[in-house]
């Protein structure tokens, strides 16, 4: 853990660092060779999250392109057995997937989002694009807030009327 990175539950580092960690940011492997791994579903403590790539071979995808909220990359599949694409970016709510245009399912493989891709031995194009559900629903409410403040300003002088001089009880 990262000593000086903010407590997540009050008890945990926010943040790790792992000098040894020498995955790549976006690679495949094969599903056949998951088979003979014991993984653990119930993997709740952060330093732990990758603790099965090291025993997969993996191959590293270097066509990425990364901006902000999308991630575009171009990678081979295979023809032999069932591949896997993995990006490093947790498997948050929002997060959807593309491959050559068609919206595929989301898998999670180690808290790490994951695509199956065909076995076609073809080059793909594959897109995962972050859309955080409650980021447009807030929004939506700001901007209706702030249609009604902008509508309700406007329209004020009606509401209060106009004064003239004859509303004065006393004239000089």
Known sequence: PMIDSPAYRQFEQCLFENDAYDFPYAFTFNLDATANLNFDEQVINPTLTNQYLTQLNVNAVTQVIRVYDTISLQVQSGTQSQQIL????????????W?????????IFAKLNAVQLPMDGQVHEVVFLYRPPLFIFGAIISLLTGLFCMGYLLRLDRLVGKSSSNDYPISL
């Open 86 to 97: 993995v990006i490093q970016e947790l498997a948050y709510t929002g997060w959807e997937v």
């Open 99 to 107: 491959i050559d245009g068609d919206r595929q399912p989301i898998e």
